[in-house]
């Protein structure tokens, strides 16, 4: 059912941005929920983590890269900064970091700058995601076809309950959200050598030896991990980044499908 819906998923992605305009508001997102928060890593003056998202609104264009977002609801995105000494305070995320699109519908970059993060003076920081957790379009001067509040409430709403049904608690969603995690991990450019990659799923699940077979999410992460790590050693990918952001956003894609077959068919 989802491989037959992948042709019109895609082909009404592209219509509903011909038909509202280059330039017309794009999608509501639905952002997973995080465990124990995603940290930002810090270079050139940014700190910054890519968060996973898929779209809430078909009829809607995807976004374009660099696009802004803000939260739907105040409270559903917490910034949790360290000082020097280790210890932590909890901020809203909004007055500090900025969401701006990464990869189409499928993840957004939160960012911090450097110098807001001394100014609160903290050393680290990371973001938190909690349940039912949505993105909505910063409103551009000039849109021709703006966001009406109707459909902002929709889609934060039913069609956002309907995305925590079928979509947030799924296996391949906690798999996508693992492969954020290696992702986020990694530095945003060039490659790591063959031990940080050997490394890098103890990292993430904090055991070099669980049995990954036990969880269908661990499963099907580890596997995703596996084939980017031999897509490596192979040459078909420049990094074990990019194969992973390819991977986890296949993973992010997908998810969409079966969440707009839940939409048609309810």
Same mark, same amino acid.
């Given at each position: ?22 330039? %017309? ?14 940290? !930002? ?78 100014? !609160? ?9 909690? %349940? ?17 509040? /109707? ?34 991990? !990694? ?18 699940? /904090?055991?070099? /030896? ?54 048609? /068919?309810?």
């Amino acid at each position: 059912m989802r491989t037959g819906f992948v042709f019109s998923f895609a082909a009404g992605l592209v219509l509903a941005a011909a038909h509202h305009g280059a330039w %017309a508001a794009p999608q509501v997102l639905a952002v997973l929920a995080t465990d124990g928060g995603i940290p !930002l890593t810090c270079a050139d003056g940014v700190c910054e983590a890519d968060i996973s998202t898929f779209c809430l609104q078909r009829d809607r264009p995807p976004p374009d890269i660099g696009t802004a977002y803000a939260p739907a609801a105040p409270g559903a995105f917490t910034l949790v900064v360290t000082d020097a000494d280790g210890a932590e305070r909890r901020l809203p995320a909004e007055p500090h970091v900025v969401f701006v699109e990464r990869r189409g519908f499928t993840a957004v970059s939160v960012r911090l700058r450097e110098d807001v993060l001394a100014a !609160l003076g903290a050393v680290g920081a990371r973001i938190e995601v909690g %349940a039912n957790a949505s993105l909505v379009p910063v409103p551009r001067d000039g849109d021709p076809d703006p966001l009406t509040a /109707g459909e902002i409430a929709r889609a934060v709403g039913p069609l956002r309950t309907l995305g925590s049904r079928v979509v947030d608690g799924s296996a391949d969603a906690r798999a996508a959200g693992l492969l954020g995690r290696m992702v986020n991990a !990694l530095p945003r450019e060039g490659r790591v050598g063959a031990r940080r990659r050997a490394a890098l799923w103890g990292e993430v699940t /904090g055991e070099e /030896g669980i049995d990954a077979t036990e969880s269908p999410a661990l499963s099907r992460a580890k596997a995703e991990y596996e084939w980017c790590r031999e897509s490596i050693v192979g040459f078909r990918f420049d990094s074990l980044r990019h194969c992973l952001e390819l991977r986890h956003d296949r993973l992010m894609r997908d998810l969409s499908i079966d969440y707009w077959n839940a939409n048609v /068919g309810s």
